[in-house]
């Protein structure tokens, strides 16, 4: 069972242009959704997350936004630049014990920004 | 935050021998993890490295295969066990030094097995 699923797969985006990357979470214990960077040869970087207090996070160009009746969240790429091109990985876990401690990631997004 | 350096970066091996992957990080945590992310594919969890005690293992994955040392709260090491090209991989250490209070989990470079 996928707890976490991450669309689209790949998505190719004009410089300047908005990335938009969408998750969904099934297990309404998750309280923690973090996403993750990753450029080839690397391991992921934490870029942004967001508890399910807010309804949208902000860190420069980058916004998470979370819909909890829904159970969605979603990673949005302002004014995207070449250097943003990596795999995203959207994840969720749950902050404190018990047994959903264990961050689970989504599938990763292939992003390429064209110059 | 943390600093995680792993080694090797990357190696070449023979079906049927082992490697160890060591990890080393640049502050006390209470959690570390190992991964497994196949190309161009997601993380997968391998297990729980506990201080002091035996690794918790995920779901497909043994300690006769994986076995998991962690001395201290710094450092831990992950041993794929007679090789097979199926394990050719990215192996990933990870740590998250806020324990169960926050979620922030952090990542080595990874470590590219190539098993022929």
């Known amino acids: 069972q996928q707890q976490v699923k991450q669309s689209p797969q790949s998505l190719i985006v004009q410089k300047g242009g908005i990335s938009i990357i969408n998750c969904a979470y099934e297990n309404t214990a998750f309280d923690y959704f973090p996403w993750y960077q990753q450029f080839p040869g690397k391991g992921p970087a934490l870029l942004i997350a967001?508890?399910?207090?807010?309804s949208e996070k902000k860190e420069g160009r980058f916004t998470i936004s979370f819909n909890k009746s829904a159970k969605q969240f979603s990673l949005h790429i302002m004014d995207s630049q070449p250097g943003d091109s990596a795999t995203y990985f959207c994840a969720a876990s749950k902050i404190g014990g018990g047994s959903n401690y264990k961050l689970t990631f989504g599938k990763g997004t292939l992003l390429t920004v064209n110059p | 935050s943390a600093v995680i350096s792993q080694k090797p970066s990357r190696d070449i091996c023979q079906r049927g021998t082992s490697l160890t992957i060591q990890c080393q990080v640049d502050s006390q945590v209470t959690m570390m993890f190992w991964y497994r992310q196949q190309p161009g594919q997601s993380l997968t969890l391998i297990a729980t490295a506990n201080q002091g005690s035996e690794a918790t293992y995920e779901s497909g994955f043994v300690i006769d295969k994986f076995p998991i040392s962690r001395p201290n709260l710094t450092f831990s090491t992950l041993t794929v066990s007679n090789m097979s090209p199926e394990d050719s991989s990215i192996y990933l250490c990870?740590?998250?030094?806020?324990?169960?209070?926050?979620?922030?989990?952090?990542f080595g470079e990874g470590s590219r097995l190539t098993v022929l």
């Open positions: 990870s740590a998250r030094p806020g324990g169960f209070r926050t979620g922030e989990l952090f």
């Open positions: 967001i508890r399910p207090d807010v």
